[in-house]
């Protein structure tokens, strides 16, 4: 009688941590991007205009792994206005053998929220200076504050800087950054001068980082853009800096590449490394201490399938979870 | 605290059966597909080679609906000899108004059998001769069995011929069938000789109706092609048939026409109408009984919609299922 784990988002939270594991784990999925016959279709998107909502499917299958997540992702932006948060979701978690549903995560989104921030560390680990110290986060949300976590695991982080449209909302950000001093500043050329690694985490659909804010040896994770209207970094930043994405098929339509074609200042058929064959050696990423890096992420199936079966790894260990059986009649 | 209702496959098939209540719902799905700005995105299709497995995710938001319904739907082919079934899979039901995830519909694929040969009844309600009252089914498998089950509240059926590929499973099909006289014809031309109603059930990859089996009156439902490898019509009874199938969008692609339009026997800018659009009066289905008629059936996420949110209306009048309270930590 085939039985499925529930797990809920307390527990979720519980089971997968932003931590070192957490992001080794995407780190093995970006190199399974790079270097096995990954199964990862196009974005399954609906949208509901008569109630400000959408929904995005993503899936990947990776041979390392014997399940493979189905995530959805809504986001119904007026909820906040019902009590509700705007995003939510939940991810399947299928046999890659038999295709039978082993366990439903009813995470709310958290584990979207840890792999986006492990991906982060994952590229400034690869890219971002071994001796980087100082860290510019451009935006004060939720993923500003996992960023940092996630980055402090991989490089000796000593000063933050933030800077974000709401000033408010930037102070009271670094009034709550525990373990290292947070500076806020008055504009993103302010944040990124002292800056080793950047961090742009915002929905901005103008750009905010331009090419007289760059100088030499930063580090740019441009996390913001997952969409065809946003847009974080000018296009002159792309022609300036070493460019590394985590999907090229998915960053040449929604992430900073997209803009960069748009404006003429990439070529349409001009050939970029993936995150993941950085990681592999088949591709160079930062070979200079005065190199100016950006890493464009827009957010993999893979690292979805990559943190739902950490999650339910971890479940099963520690026999964690409702089981639901599933009754047949035949 | 968001709570979310679990129903395992013995709970579906006790809630929804296979009446005239779901072929209503599923009547209504159509002509929402025809009348209201439905929102129905491509299918997202992931192929696991390596397992003999494909997953299909469809969903649909239907004004009509308070929800929708995401449907992932598993094909593993190898599992028979695991002694699992080939095909399973759930539907997840979230809000349409927040996007909150409301209940995981675990059916192991039952209310897709259910919707799909629900859509085969309102596809005969419409289409047949309303004095129609003998059934030839091409293929003996499970969803011959569903069809036919399906079309006894609508028409009254008094005979019933089978044709499949493997005659000992005719005949046994023959065998189970209760209630009408069912024979089992030697081949195609003989099984729809004196039909009014043919439904074609099957995953041929070659046409098994030709033109010459045809008969003036004859309505044809071909429900087996959902892929476009998949045909069951030659070209040439498109080209002699009034042809209406469930989306146009979609059997361009995957359906008969698509075969029909490769042959060049229909022309590619040909239009064509809709179940729904015969539903909601704007177009013409039968106008004569010596009409032949043909509808070309694929399934859309509409159905999908339309049953499971039967589904989740009756469970939740009966307090049937198993509550999931998701407990959130901030």
């Known amino acids: 009688m085939p039985s499925i784990t529930l797990l809920g988002e307390a527990q979720l939270r519980e089971l997968v941590p932003l931590d070192l594991a957490a992001i080794d784990q995407i780190e093995a999925a970006f190199l399974s991007l790079a270097t096995e ?192 209207h946003k847009n974080e970094l000018a296009p002159g930043v792309l022609a300036t800096a070493k460019y590394i994405c985590d999907r090229l098929q998915q960053t040449r339509v929604l992430g900073e590449l997209h803009h960069a074609l748009d404006a003429g200042v990439v070529k349409e058929g001009e050939s970029f490394a993936e995150l993941g064959q950085v990681i592999a050696g088949t591709h160079r990423g930062r070979t200079d201490d005065a190199d100016i890096t950006v890493c464009d992420l827009t957010g993999t199936g893979a690292q979805d399938t990559a943190i739902a079966v950490l999650a339910l790894q971890r479940a099963r260990v520690l026999n964690a979870g409702t089981i639901f059986h599933n009754d047949v009649t035949l």
């Not at 995005?56 to 792994?65: E, H, Q, S």
């Not at 974000?164 to 009271?172: L, N, Y």
């Open 37 to 228: 016959p990954v199964a990862m279709p196009p974005i399954l998107r609906l949208d509901l205009p008569e109630h400000a909502g959408e929904v995005d499917v993503k899936t990947a299958w990776l041979p390392r792994f014997d399940s493979f997540a189905i995530k959805v992702s809504p986001g119904f932006f007026n909820n906040p206005s019902l009590g509700l948060p705007s995003l939510n979701g939940l991810m399947l978690v299928l046999s890659a053998r038999t295709g039978m549903t082993e366990a439903v995560l009813l995470d709310n989104g958290y584990l979207t929220a840890v792999r986006t921030a492990a991906a982060g560390a994952v590229a400034a680990r690869w890219l971002a200076r071994k001796d980087a110290r100082r860290v510019a986060l451009i935006g004060a949300g939720e993923q500003a504050r996992l960023q940092l976590q996630a980055l402090r695991p991989v490089r000796d982080i000593d000063h933050v800087t933030v800077w974000a449209r709401d000033a408010a909302r930037a102070r009271s950000f670094a009034e709550c950054v525990k373990g290292v001093p947070c500076e806020v500043s008055a504009n993103v050329h302010d944040a990124l001068a002292q800056a080793d690694i950047a961090i742009t985490t915002t929905p901005s659909r103008t750009p905010l980082i331009r090419t007289e804010d760059l100088h030499p040896g930063l580090h740019i994770t441009a996390m913001g853009s997952d969409a065809e």
